[in-house]
T-cell receptor
Framework: DVKVTQSSRYLVKRTGEKVFLECVQD?????MFWYRQDPGLGLRLIYF?????MKEKGDIPEGYSVSREKKERFSLILESASTNQTSMYLC?????WGGGAYEQYFGPGTRLTVT | LAKTTQPISMDSYEGQEVNITCSHN???????ITWYQQFPSQGPRFIIQ???TKVTNEVASLFIPADRKSSTLSLPRVSLSDTAVYYC????????????FGAGTRLTVKP
């Protein structure tokens, strides 16, 4: 089974702190994604990556950056956390080829609270 | 990007068939329709995907009319464990920049 893991299930940070959210997948997938999920808004795409060191902005990249130094790992960075970044953060991965390429596999999520 | 519209919430009872419809009037030729299910405290998981007509797997069916401007996810004989949020996505499945989740439909199954 594909497994996508996220470094923390719950995280509490203070305003202005630099926050790192880590995501690791074990299926050698080329594509990785970061979403945030808020009530009534569904999942919104922050950034995605289709290869090592490659990244593309999604719909809401402001206040975030990402890093993909290794194929299996995709990090989301909040340079200076703010209270409006309190949210559930979900990581996903997807293959580029083959019959399962259309399916995104999600991690369990990190609930981040910024106080 | 194809915009999707689905009901915010639905209620059902155990044993009933549930149909959740998603509208996507500006669907493009290369777009597929994909449905995900999300339980509380978990990430979404893939349920079913289709391009046209009908697709069925072990958990659901997906009905897509000829004009493809809408689609209906059908869950047969739901149980309490089917209580979840269901998301409809429309887009080019191989284009990362083209797939967007909507707000989802919260399905509550009652005993």
């Amino acid at each position: 089974d594909v497994k996508v893991t996220q470094s923390s299930r719950y995280l509490v940070k203070r305003t202005g702190e630099k926050v790192f959210l880590e995501c690791v997948q074990d299926m050698d997938h080329e594509n990785m994604f970061w979403y945030r999920q808020d009530p009534g808004l569904g999942l919104r795409l922050i950034y995605f990556s289709y290869d090592v060191k490659m990244k593309e902005k999604g719909d809401i990249p402001e206040g975030y950056s990402v890093s993909r130094e290794k194929k299996e790992r995709f990090s989301l960075i909040l340079e200076s956390a703010s209270t409006n970044q309190t949210s559930m953060y979900l990581c996903a991965s997807r293959a580029s080829w083959g019959g399962g390429a259309y399916e995104q596999y999600f991690g369990p999520g990190t609930r981040l609270t910024v106080t | 990007l194809a915009k999707t519209t689905q009901p915010i919430s639905m209620d059902s009872y155990e044993g009933q068939e549930v149909n959740i419809t998603c509208s996507h009037n500006n669907i493009a030729t290369n777009d597929y329709i994909t449905w995900y299910q999300q339980f509380p405290s978990q990430g979404p998981r893939f349920i079913i995907q289709g391009y046209k007509t009908k697709v069925t797997n072990e958990v659901a069916s997906l009905f897509i009319p000829a004009d493809r401007k809408s689609s209906t996810l059908s869950l047969p004989r739901v149980s309490l464990s089917d209580t979840a949020v269901y998301y409809c996505l429309v887009g080019d499945i191989y284009n990362n920049n083209d797939m967007r989740f909507g707000a989802g439909t919260r399905l509550t199954v009652k005993p």
